[in-house]
């Protein structure tokens, strides 16, 4: 019922940043909350960051001050800017979207994908 679609994942040098945007279509009432989460190779999947339809953020420890979560609640879409990457930022990074489809659903989880985000020199 809820699609969703991440983009913008691809190979950037260490330093550098990358954007990346997740849109959910479909039938979809409201999105109390997006986040993105990520997971590396032989490593469980992690939060990264997320935010709630009113703003508020939440991010993991080693990526504040690097990573910004925005979102766009009109074109249901989250975005993370990425910035000062490291190598041990790749990882395959996810977008999950809580959603309700109508006022009196309860809300479910919808995952995207994954978008590849490698960073290397």
């Known amino acids: 019922q809820v699609h969703v679609v991440e983009s913008g994942g691809g190979l950037v040098q260490p330093g550098g940043s990358l954007k990346l945007s997740c849109a959910a279509s479909?039938?979809?009432?409201?999105?109390?909350?997006m986040g993105w989460y990520r997971q590396a190779p032989g490593k469980q999947r992690e939060l990264v960051a997320a935010?709630?339809?009113?703003?508020?953020?939440n991010y993991a420890d080693n990526v504040k001050g690097r990573f910004t979560i925005s979102r766009d609640n009109a074109k249901n879409t989250v975005y993370l800017q990425m910035s000062s990457l490291k190598p041990e930022d790749t990882a395959v990074y996810y977008c999950?979207?809580?959603?309700?489809?109508?006022?009196?659903?309860?809300?479910?989880?919808?995952w995207g994908q994954g978008t590849q985000v490698t960073v290397s020199s």
């Open positions: 935010i709630s339809s009113g703003g508020s953020t």
């Open positions: 479909g039938i979809i009432f409201s999105m109390p909350a």
């Open positions: 999950k979207t809580v959603a309700r489809n109508s006022p009196g659903s309860f809300p479910a989880e919808y």
